[in-house]
């Protein structure tokens, strides 16, 4: 990246900026829905940190090495 994308980019996620995005969603998805939406993407995170976490095992076994807590229960 050349300095001027850098300088676009350093201030992206300032308190403002997130209120903005914030009103913005309000207006765009209404009070009722807004919940709604912020406990569909807490369960799809959550779903995705499980995913890694069921997979990284997987990995081990594929590489042949074995997590500390799977040695432990050996």
Same mark, same amino acid.
């Given at each position: 990246m050349n300095?001027?994308?850098?300088?676009? %980019?350093e201030g992206v996620f300032q308190p403002m900026h997130l209120l903005v995005i914030f009103?913005? +969603? %309000? %207006?765009?998805? $209404?009070?009722k829905k807004l919940p709604e939406l912020g406990k569909g993407i807490g369960q799809g995170i959550r779903a995705l940190?499980? $995913?890694?976490?069921e997979t990284l095992p997987d990995s081990a076994?594929?590489?042949g090495t074995a997590p500390?807590?799977?040695? +432990?229960?050996s």
């Open positions: 300095s001027v994308e850098v300088f676009m %980019l009103f913005v +969603a %309000l %207006l765009v998805f $209404g009070p940190k499980d $995913g890694i976490k076994k594929s590489t500390k807590d799977r040695e +432990a229960q």
